[in-house]
């Protein structure tokens, strides 16, 4: 016989648990929808029922601990939210049916209240426990990068809000309140979890029972004397009531309980509380078959109360095991089909829409650092991404064919392996494919290694450049965004450096070609009315860069325990911009010319904030907590002194802003660095002496 995985993989001392917050919370229900005429003030039975309306808050806290408990480690199934809704609205319209037939018609509006029970927050607790397992994946998607300490942090600041603002503010037993307490006990659990599996905390059961004493004799107290106030202290907000659930299921937690039995029972809660807590048969149940209010003033009252309870629990225990066994077992199959054509058929209509929608960009050096970053984005946005790189030995080849991999299998993703300086190939490129935009990063990169190779970055610049812009006038595409570089600025003494100032200094080969390249586009803007964005960057870091780089070197160099060669006296500075900033000024750049005519623009993206050599050093070092050893050695050739950017005209013209300050930006890096993504190949891939900057 097939095993029901749903009951042999529980844990059945959680389960017991989870059998008594029901059993506390039907307790709870007895004393709320009894039809008492209660008479104020201190008296045995008055406490007898105060004492069961405690229980059924704290089996709610517990219901949600659990949820946490097991949720953290587990996969949203989205069968098992339709087996959820199927269960609510069988309940839901077959009580709504019976009342009908015995009651008569109550009108469309009830009738629609009683199908979409949900909708409506007839059932409040089932409404806000489904949001709060909709929203469950992002929940553990955010606790799991968390470590201990901010974990911690994250419940003292959810706590505050949950006991605190929550109960002042809103003051409600329904909706985003209980949401958020939710949330918040959901998380709670999720911390129960993974720092408390397998430590034991003595006498857990003791100190729950401690706690419900002392909210029983809390609410005994403010009862007599400040009754207004009483349903304040035992609402689910209240820290007593959170105590003593979390110390239940510490202490539930300890036992050692196997028993399929309880593991059959607890699987039945849910179904327990929808059938008793129904608007129909909650009044028949407790006034009519059972009549509470008779023995208000009895000395048999909590005698009654335990049948009472008892009975209703195994009574709707059974109902909803045939439920499950006769009637989900035989539907929920069928409904699942159903729901994954709809869904199948929801997608090739949305995809469909979206192809309509979708922009094909064409990125040349898309293999790159900075190149493979703004590919990655793109395609996240839903946009169709055709790149060309000719993968060359500037640096190791693999490195590029690693940026790239995770592309290799989408769809919107199409790659061309060659060279910019081929004319027939972008001719081909072009003729089999339809772009929006063109964003052209390819370039010979690197100051120094132009001032040994002037006419290979002459050939790849600029020639290259001249190709692009020739295959899109033929082509009869005139948007274009373009990579130019802080190094143009040379030597200039003012700081920071604005897009107006005079940059007829170059100081190296790689810079001439990057302000030959700003002329070059300025004709084709004037003469073919192309919308150009000539986008000066200024010293590009983050995860991917290129080992040639300094952070990149220092950091290997560093964990390596070997020398770090530093040219000058560490004083020269650059305006460092993390990879994230870059790619979201790109894509704005992007937007702007796609939306806007008349479009010529030279504009600088960086962080404007300059760092010295001395200090992007220093914090690498920080960052991997080890002394750094220093050879320093006399300028280079082609090094500017600094480099600040002046991004006012980025956030005015762009909405461009920088939001990765450099000390964090080093600690992604170097996370990055010693990561998975990150193999030994890559950080010994380039063994030159030289540092490019």
């Not at 055709?386 to 991999?405: A, G, H, L, Q, T």
């Not at 870059?582 to 894509?587: N, S």
């Not at 050893?629 to 005209?649: C, F, H, W």
Request: charged share 20%; aromatic share 14%.
């Amino acid at each position: 016989m097939k095993k029901n995985n749903d009951i042999s993989n529980r844990k059945s001392n959680i389960e017991l648990l989870r059998i008594i917050a029901m059993i506390m919370i039907i307790a709870h229900h007895y004393c709320l929808y009894g039809g008492w005429s209660k008479v104020s003030g201190l008296s045995t039975n008055n406490a007898i029922l105060d004492f069961l309306v405690i229980g059924g808050k704290i089996g709610v806290a517990i219901f949600v601990l659990i949820s946490g408990y097991f949720g953290i480690n587990s996969e949203f199934k989205i069968k098992k939210l339709i087996n959820t809704v199927l269960q609510v609205l069988f309940y839901s319209i077959l009580f709504g049916l019976l009342n009908i037939i015995i009651d008569g018609w109550v009108g469309w509006k009830a009738f629609i209240k009683i199908c979409l029970p949900i909708t409506f927050s007839v059932y409040w607790f089932i409404t806000v426990y489904c949001i709060l397992y909709l929203i469950s994946p992002y929940i553990n998607k955010v606790i799991k990068i968390l470590n201990k300490k901010e974990f911690i942090k994250l419940l003292l600041i959810m706590g505050i809000l949950s006991c605190g603002v929550i109960t002042t503010i809103l003051k409600p037993n329904r909706g985003f309140g209980s949401l958020f307490i939710f949330v918040f006990l959901y998380i709670l659990g999720a911390y129960i979890n993974t720092y408390y599996n397998g430590k034991h905390i003595k006498y857990s059961l003791l100190i729950s029972i401690f706690f419900y004493f002392l909210i029983f004799a809390s609410q005994l107290l403010f009862e007599a004397f400040i009754p207004n106030y009483v349903n304040y202290f035992i609402d689910l907000t209240s820290l007593p009531i959170i105590a003593c659930a979390i110390f239940m299921l510490l202490g539930f937690k300890e036992l050692e309980v196997e028993s399929k039995v309880i593991n059959t029972i607890s699987s039945a809660t849910f179904g327990v509380y929808l059938i008793h807590e129904n608007t129909y048969v909650r009044p028949f149940i407790w006034q009519k078959v059972f009549k509470n209010y008779l023995f208000y003033s009895k000395s048999t009252l909590f005698l009654h109360a335990i049948v009472c309870i008892i009975i209703t629990m195994i009574i709707c225990t059974i109902i909803e095991l045939m439920r499950k066994r006769y009637i989900e077992k035989n539907t929920t199959p069928i409904v699942y089909k159903m729901f994954n054509i709809l869904i199948i058929k929801s997608k090739n209509i949305v995809n469909k829409i979206k192809e309509e929608k979708m922009k094909t960009y064409f990125v040349t050096g898309g293999a790159g650092f900075i190149g493979s970053s703004l590919v990655s984005e793109l395609l996240k946005k839903g946009n169709k991404v055709v790149v060309i790189d000719n993968f060359c030995d500037f640096y190791n080849p693999e490195i590029k064919e690693k940026n790239i991999s995770e592309f290799n299998d989408n769809e919107s993703f199409k790659l061309y392996r060659g060279d910019i300086r081929d004319k027939e190939l972008l001719n081909k490129i072009f003729e089999e494919n339809s772009f929006d935009a063109v964003i052209h990063l390819a370039a010979m990169a690197g100051v120094r290694p132009s001032i040994e190779n002037p006419i290979l970055y002459q050939d790849v610049n600029c020639m290259g450049t001249q190709n692009i812009l020739e295959v899109m006038k033929k082509h009869n595409l005139k948007k274009l965004v373009m990579a130019s570089s802080s190094s143009v600025y040379g030597n200039t003494k003012e700081v920071p450096f604005r897009e107006d100032m005079i940059v007829d200094f170059a100081i190296s080969p790689y810079a001439a070609t990057k302000k030959a390249n700003e002329v070059m586009t300025h004709v084709y803007h004037k003469l073919e009315d192309y919308n150009v964005i000539m986008l000066r960057f200024f010293t590009v870091y983050g995860p991917k860069q290129r080992p040639d780089l300094a952070i990149n070197k220092f950091t290997r160099l560093m964990l390596e325990g070997k020398e770090i060669p530093m040219f000058g006296d560490g004083s020269n500075s650059r305006d460092y911009t993390y990879i994230s900033d870059i790619v979201d000024g790109i894509i704005r750049s992007i937007n702007y010319v796609e939306n806007n005519t008349d479009v010529y623009e030279i504009v600088n993206l960086g962080n404007s904030s300059p760092v010295t050599l001395k200090e992007m050093i220093n914090a690498i070092a920080e960052v991997l907590n080890i002394e750094p050893k220093i050879n320093e050695l006399p300028m280079q050739p082609g090094d500017v002194d600094r480099t600040y950017a002046d991004v006012s005209k980025a956030k005015r013209l762009l909405g461009y802003e920088p939001k990765v300050p450099f000390k964090t930006g080093i600690e992604n890096f170097v996370k990055w660095y010693k990561g998975d993504d990150c193999n030994d190949w890559n950080k010994k891939l380039f063994e030159k002496n030289s540092i490019y900057w």
